[in-house]
């Protein structure tokens, strides 16, 4: 696992990117973006940090991103912190419901599905393989939430992010992490990111 503040020259040789940072003056920029949609395209797997609405220009910059990736144009709201967990990402650490705390989201998931999902959107996106348009080797996922990784994210949000290292490895590595192959660390804004690793993992934070 590596953990950085910034993404390397080279993303060649990693399975899964975890860009958890969230702050307006950490955007995925326009270079950033196309090394991500590159990568992605040639089968990589990303997890992209977005937030509430006090955060529009990191949220416009995930919004871009998936976009670009060729997954839709979606468009923000605010959906409320209470959602449903949408399977697959249910399982196989149970997990029915989740109580973000002040979370943002989108209101369609575009060619993707919902991570999770309440009548008036969703926090959570997914685009597994074969889903973006510009990336079919690809999987990428996004939640506009920064609370749910933190030190102290309840037991659901817990096993939703198991779920979710999970989806990723298994869409781009073709394994399910067993419980002893996924590691918390602790970054710089004391979030806690998780990530599973089969060949490398980076955490951008």
Not at 170 to 187: C, D, F, K, N, Y
Request: zero cysteines; hydrophobic letters at 45%.
């Amino acid at each position: 696992m590596t953990v950085v503040d910034m993404a390397p020259l080279s993303l060649a040789g990693y399975q899964q990117v975890w860009d958890i940072r969230f702050s307006n003056s950490s955007p995925i920029d326009s270079a950033l973006q196309t090394e991500y949609v590159n990568y992605l395209a040639g089968g990589g797997g990303i997890f992209a940090m977005g937030e509430n609405a006090s955060f529009t220009t990191r949220n416009d910059s995930v919004l871009s991103l998936i976009a670009a990736a060729g997954g839709g144009s979606l468009s923000y709201t605010i959906p409320g912190d209470a959602q449903t967990v949408i399977a697959p990402f249910t399982g196989p650490n149970a997990v029915s419901t989740i109580q973000y705390l002040a979370a943002g989201g989108v209101t369609t998931s575009g060619t993707g599905q919902f991570i999770t999902s309440n009548a008036s959107g969703g926090s959570g996106v997914a685009f597994g393989v074969g889903t973006l348009a510009n990336a079919h080797a690809g999987a990428l996922t996004a939640i506009f939430d920064v609370n749910f990784l933190q030190t102290d994210a309840n037991f659901e949000s817990q096993q939703l992010t198991k779920n979710l290292i999970g989806f990723i490895g298994q869409q781009v590595g073709g394994t399910v992490p067993e419980p002893a192959s996924w590691a918390l660390m602790i970054s710089g804004f004391g979030m806690i990111g998780t990530v599973m690793r089969r060949r490398k993992v980076i955490l951008a934070a």
